[in-house]
């Protein structure tokens, strides 16, 4: 089966000041659809700086990544935004959801970024909201969402375009367990469904339950 | 981009209100600067505007319409001798006092022109013919005065100089500069009752009009070259010496012009700092924006569109309470010209500022690290 993303040798060394942080430390990877990955480590372990790196949005000090057997590691600002919008889908802990816009209308924001034509963003949108189960909340500020709630918005969007890559970073953080849960099932499902590679990255011990591989990570090096 | 612009502008719909505000208050300020400048200046050259002479020959360095010097009439000759001339007639403009219902007295501008022909004559009438003031103490006066001498009744006689004028017509719009009330009389009238201003055989000004306007540098040069004690202007060459004189010499121009860039500097911070703080407030939306893939000029734009939709409904608010209120501006006695090309020009203007004001937001975007999405 083909990796979606292959992480070869990656190091991320921040200058904090004059003091450098190895933040990642050779670190090699690769995520396959239709299966989640599972990060796990203590905080400050590195999990964020290399959920940073696989979507595109940090460039490694050192190392390769590929997508779809194409090296974007050397890649300039000028190209990444297009190879975000086309391969990744995104989850943030702290939802990220634009507050003038209904839970549709984020939606719809993300399509129509993504170059959908006016006729199929009603119908897209329409999809998504039912694939996260949220129709009754679609016209709802996200003021008004509950979080759990603002986490399908974001799992809808992160779907929107159907890109191959889902990379969620704490998507559990800010919810109670029972909601956590749901969202992490979500997720799952859309893996397996749409066939799609799911990253995610958790404290939360239960996320083991919906996790096909996981990899721990202490002072940025993957623990065997 | 357009529509999230939109969005966000909407949803705070108090932010919005207050920049429109500023940015209406900021159109009204500049508007109301060029309109009533263009209308004084307007005003200071209606007489030569409305005049049908191509050529004004005036005393030696004349100032402006205003202030002529008396010559002698029959220069007139010299002029009329020219082949490219169709006709040539004299205009006389002189001070006088004139009394009013109570006892006191106004000072007015007096226009004498030659009735038979009609050159200098009021050109807006609202009562009466232009030609009803000949062979006779016979004055026409124009509407705006009203408030300064008391109603004009026709037919009524008035104390000028101490010589009875009767009331034969009521112009409508004619101002002067100075905003003293005009009168119109006849050439003879106005050439006769004002001694030791204007001697007998004396004018102010001689007018000519071309048989073909394309000779109209042929005969400026040849009048220049017989008429040295003069100075000779096109129509619009006279026009602009008048305007300049107000404007430049003054500095009338200059007061009001300063207080329109004023105003334009006041729209611009106030766009500037609304988008700036508007920016500042939504920096996590614009990083993730970014991290989602957008590139930066899609951000830019958010942040443009949103400059233009305040500059614009600013302005639009701002213009329309200047049409409605531009009669009432009038009415006080304040003139003020406006016109649809200086609303659309102006327009541009306070738009460019509004969109140059948003570069410090774009630079702000220009470095967010899309990273910060991440972090909570
Ligand atoms: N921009 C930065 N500049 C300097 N150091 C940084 C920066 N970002 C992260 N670090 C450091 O890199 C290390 C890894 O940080 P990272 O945020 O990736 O950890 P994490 O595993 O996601 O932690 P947490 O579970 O608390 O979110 C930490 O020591 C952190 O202080
Ligand atoms: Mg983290």
Redesign the interface.
Same mark, same amino acid.
């Given at each position: 089966m083909n990796n979606s993303l292959e992480l070869i040798n990656i190091t991320k060394r921040y200058l904090h000041g004059r003091i450098e942080v190895l933040a990642i430390d050779r670190v090699s990877l690769a995520m396959r659809s239709g299966e989640v990955l599972l990060i796990m480590g203590p905080s400050g372990s590195g999990k964020?700086t290399l *959920? #940073?790196m696989m979507?595109c @949005? +940090?460039k490694p000090t050192s190392g390769k990544i590929k997508i779809d057997e194409q090296v974007v590691s050397g890649m300039g600002e000028a190209e990444l !935004?297009? @190879? /975000? $919008? $086309?391969y990744?889908g995104?989850v943030?802990? #702290?939802f990220?959801l634009? !507050? #003038? *816009?209904t839970a549709r209308?984020n939606i719809e +924001? +993300?399509l /129509? *970024? $993504?170059g959908f034509r006016k006729e199929s963003i009603m119908d897209e949108s329409q999809s998504l909201i039912e694939k996260v189960e949220l129709s009754k909340r679609a016209d709802f500020l996200p003021h008004d969402l509950s979080g759990g709630e603002k986490q399908r918005v974001a799992i809808a /969007?992160a779907l929107s375009g159907d890109p191959m890559i889902i990379l969620a970073?704490e998507p559990t953080?800010?919810l109670d367990s029972r909601t956590g849960k749901e969202i992490l099932l979500l997720l799952r499902k859309n893996a397996i469904e749409y066939g799609k590679a799911v990253a995610i990255v958790s404290h939360d011990p239960k996320a083991d339950a919906v996790a096909d591989r996981i990899i721990h990570l202490e002072d940025g090096r993957i623990k065997e | 981009m357009l529509w999230l612009a939109w969005k966000t502008l909407l949803f705070e719909k108090v932010r919005f209100f207050i920049t429109i505000v500023g940015i209406a208050f900021s159109t009204i300020l500049v508007l109301t600067q060029i309109g009533i400048y263009l209308g004084m200046m307007g005003n200071a050259t209606s007489i030569i505007r409305n005049s049908d002479a191509d050529i004004w020959i005036t005393s030696k360095n004349i100032q402006n319409f205003d202030f002529a010097n008396p010559m002698p009439e029959d220069r007139i000759n010299k002029i009329r001798a020219i082949p490219d001339i169709l006709w040539a007639d004299r205009l006389i403009l002189t001070w006088g006092f004139l009394k009013t219902e109570g006892g006191g007295q106004e000072q007015v501008q007096i226009i004498g022109f030659n009735p038979d022909t009609g050159v200098g004559a009021p050109w807006a009438m609202i009562y009466g013919r232009p030609s009803d003031v000949k062979g006779g103490r016979y004055m026409v006066i124009d509407k705006s005065s009203e408030h300064r001498l008391g109603a004009l009744i026709p037919n009524s006689v008035w104390e000028l100089n101490k010589k009875r004028f009767k009331l034969v017509g009521i112009s409508g719009g004619i101002v002067s500069f100075t905003t003293s009330p005009i009168i119109f009389m006849s050439y003879e009238q106005a050439q006769n009752f004002t001694e030791g201003f204007l001697e007998p055989n004396d004018t102010s000004f001689i007018l000519g009009k071309l048989k073909d306007k394309k000779n109209i540098n042929k005969v400026i040069n040849e009048l220049k070259k017989t008429m040295k004690d003069n100075d000779i202007f096109t129509k619009n060459g006279f026009m602009l010496k008048t305007i300049k004189y107000w404007t430049i010499q003054t500095g009338i121009g200059m007061g009001f012009f300063l207080t329109a860039i004023l105003g334009l500097i006041i729209g611009g911070a106030i766009v500037g700092q609304t988008i700036y703080s508007n920016t500042m407030q939504h920096l996590r939306e614009f990083g993730t924006l970014k991290a989602l893939g957008a590139k930066n000029e899609d951000v830019y734009q958010v942040i443009l569109w949103q400059a233009a939709m305040n500059a614009t409904a600013g302005y639009l608010i701002g213009s329309i309470l200047i049409i409605l209120l531009k009669e009432g501006i009038e009415k006080s006695g304040v003139p003020m010209y406006m016109n649809f090309m200086i609303i659309l020009v102006l327009f541009i203007v306070i738009l460019l500022i509004c969109l140059l004001s948003a570069y410090f937001s774009i630079m702000k975007i220009k470095n967010i690290d899309p990273v910060m999405v991440f972090r909570s």
């Open positions: 964020t *959920l #940073s979507g @949005i +940090l !935004p297009d @190879i /975000r $919008k $086309k990744f995104f943030f802990q #702290s990220n634009f !507050p #003038s *816009l209308e +924001l +993300l /129509r *970024l $993504k /969007r970073d953080a800010n | -």
